[in-house]
């Protein structure tokens, strides 16, 4: 079959990766859809079992910092876009092991950028999946995409020198990049080092919700439809060159998320909920909070869809539905050994 157009997701079979790669074979059969993913310790194969046999998706095994196969798969394949997300994503993993976050963040993106600038048949476009953490922590002030850049971690230190790298291909090439940097993202398949799963599958496990430090830290949570339906309009809608924040204005103290965690998956009375929390110290860095504006892609119309209580309704469900998704994580939902 002939297709119309060819798009590589670097990391697809991550948490977001996998959720943008379902959406596209399923929304698009004309296109054809190859991931690139090495299958980190973050990954379960069923995450794309329900397309993986469709004969517009393509799997790649392999390592986005590896210029060969990069390459090689650029001068075989006639690549129209880049959706580019295989990272390193646990903050806390990146003050433990900073040195492969700026493998792969850092020297993986230049390695795609490279090959993509280089291919023969010229991609439509770059699309960098990167973070609001690339802002660093805020407290009054409500970020956009103007804003400084002040990463506060190894992990979005990595991510913003990625940005830089990007940005640089489409100010000296005007090499059709795109950046979006958006809020957590949540829902279905999280790997349970991230907040929401850890607290879930800590309480599925009978442990207590750990939280860390004494600090009223609190994220915007978006749900991962919106991300992937924000990704898959600045494709089509976005200007080339520009950044993109893409968030919500769905804060949420990561206390009271614990607290509401605990009354749905324990239903119990309020005056019991104290039980199920544990404190625990904190990690050397953290960002009590990073609000972002949205209003430029909100100007191409779009709208985050699903509230706060649809989605976390949604993402308890799964999680209660898959209790043995993740069976290889550790107890305090990471797994260190493989970072
Ligand atoms: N989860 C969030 O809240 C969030 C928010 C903003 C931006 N992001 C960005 O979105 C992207 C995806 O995040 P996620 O939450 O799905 O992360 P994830 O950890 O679930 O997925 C990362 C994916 O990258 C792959 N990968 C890692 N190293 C690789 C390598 N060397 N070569 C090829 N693939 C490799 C992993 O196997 C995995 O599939 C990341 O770039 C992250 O920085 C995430």
New binding site residues.
Partial sequence: MDFNRTVLV????????SHLVCSLVNKYPDWRIIN?????Y??SPRSLESIEDRANYTFIR????NSRLVNHIFYTENIDVIFH??????VESSFEFPTSFQR?NVD?TRVLLAAAHQAQHQPQRFIY????EVYGPSVDQVFDETSLVRPSNPYSAT?AAAEYLVTSYWDKYKFPIIITR?????GPR??TE?VIPKFLSLLQMKKKCTIQGTLPKSRHFLFVTDAISAFLLLLEKGIVGEIYNVGTSCEIPIMQLARELIKMIKTIPDSEINNWLEFVPDRPQVDLRYPIKCEKLQQLGWRAEVSWIEGIRQTVKWYQDNPDFWSDASEDGTNQKQV
């Fill in positions: 670097t990391g697809g079979s991550g948490f977001i990766g690139l993913d090495i299958l980190d973050c990954c392999g390592d986005v910092c997300l295989a990272a390193k994503t646990h792969v993986g999946i990167s973070t609001d991510k958006s809020n957590n993202i949540y999280q790997y991230k």
